[in-house]
T-cell receptor, first 112, second 114 residues
Framework: EDQVTQSPEALRLQEGESSSLNCSYT??????LFWYRQDPGKGPEFLFT???AGEEKEKERLKATLTKKESFLHITAPKPEDSATYLC?????????????FGAGTILRVKS | NAGVTQTPKFRVLKTGQSMTLLCAQD?????MYWYRQDPGMGLRLIHY???????AKGEVPDGYNVSRLKKQNFLLGLESAAPSQTSVYFC?????????????FGDGTRLSIL
């Protein structure tokens, strides 16, 4: 069974305090791993897609990396506006309809 | 830049009542999806559609029905609402085929069943 586990469930950081969020997955074959950001009362907003182990992608203070078993979302010198829930999802190979399997998310709070 | 629009944004129902949630997208996407989001459980797929006139079951389809009569619209129906269906419902859409085309989400419908 395809499964995604995110840790920690919640993370509190001081502004400027770098850290990482973890996404561990088990999947029969990985077509892609997706990171989304979700603000309170809003829908998920796409951040990155990663396809193969060793791949990295960056956007502002965020960098996503991928291994064969997990992905990390590194946040460098976060600001209060980075506070959100970060969701990880996997798309299994040959998955009809491009369906995604989501993790429960990590709630990030950055205090000034 | 409307993207994916969901209506209504909030709704309170009594047990046994029925209602329909509407999702509209203006990106000419072939694929559309309905998810529910509950605390601590992440997004779970209810039903999805790979094109006009087609629908398929997702992970948690019981108690829901869907229709895709037009390419841009995807409707989610609750025939007889139950308290267990209290949740936030999200609609998403995407292009087919390539995984570098992510799913785009609406801002959700918050549904309470009393």
């Amino acid at each position: 069974e395809d499964q995604v586990t995110q840790s920690p469930e919640a993370l509190r950081l001081q502004e400027g305090e770098s850290s990482s969020l973890n996404c561990s997955y088990t999947v029969s074959g990985l077509r892609g791993l997706f990171w989304y950001r979700q603000d309170p009362g809003k829908g998920p907003e796409f951040l990155f897609t990663l396809y193969s182990a060793g791949e990295e992608k960056e956007k502002e203070r965020l960098k996503a990396t991928l291994t064969k078993k997990e992905s990390f979302l590194h946040i460098t010198a976060p600001k209060p506006e980075d506070s959100a829930t970060y969701l990880c999802a996997v798309q299994p190979n040959m998955e009809y309809g491009n369906k995604l399997v989501f993790g429960a998310g990590t709630i990030l709070r950055v205090k000034s | 830049n409307a993207g994916v629009t969901q209506t209504p944004k909030f709704r309170v129902l009594k047990t046994g009542q029925s209602m329909t949630l509407l999702c509209a997208q203006d990106m000419n996407h072939e694929y559309m999806y309905w998810y529910r989001q509950d605390p601590g459980m992440g997004l779970r797929l209810i039903h999805y559609s790979v094109g006009e006139g087609t629908t398929a079951k997702g992970e948690v389809p019981d108690g829901y029905n869907v229709s895709r009569l037009k390419k841009q619209n995807f409707l989610l129906g609750l025939e007889s609402a139950a308290p267990s269906q209290t949740s936030v419902y999200f609609c998403a859409s995407s292009y087919p085929g390539q995984s570098d085309q992510p799913q785009h989400f609406g801002d959700g419908t918050r549904l309470s069943i009393l």
